[in-house]
Nanobody, 124 residues
């Protein structure tokens, strides 16, 4: 059983930066892939980034690669998303997620535990 809590969302101007944090609580949380998805109004949930427990494999959505960086502190069961060069189309609720596998999957169905989300709004 794992609980997931995101923080760090907010309102920023286009071109700005924001850093999201996510803490997972659970006895085996450090063994899981952790990742980020986002969902904008009227849109389907979409993959952003994921990282394996050791950090050895990292996957990014093409839309954010080169602008966003995912990292983790496995000992602290914490994952981060550094978002730079933000665009209005990045506006969404960002969800942190934890999987009972270690595939760094881009598919939402691969993940088992979800946070409640944190709002990121990028103004033009």
């Amino acid at each position: 059983q794992v609980q997931v809590v995101e923080s760090g969302g907010g309102l920023v101007q286009a071109g700005g930066s924001l850093r999201l944090s996510c803490a997972a609580s659970g006895r085996t949380a450090s063994s899981y892939t952790m990742g980020w998805f986002r969902q904008a109004p009227g849109k389907e949930r979409e993959f952003v980034a994921a990282i394996t427990r050791s950090g050895g494999v990292i996957n990014y959505a093409r839309s954010v690669k080169g602008r966003f960086t995912i990292s983790r502190d496995t000992a602290k069961n914490t994952v981060y998303l550094q978002m730079n060069s933000l665009k209005p189309e990045d506006t969404a609720v960002y969800y942190c997620t934890v999987a009972n596998n270690d595939y760094a999957s881009a598919r939402a169905g691969s993940y088992d535990y979800w946070g409640q989300g944190t709002q990121v709004t990028v103004s033009s």
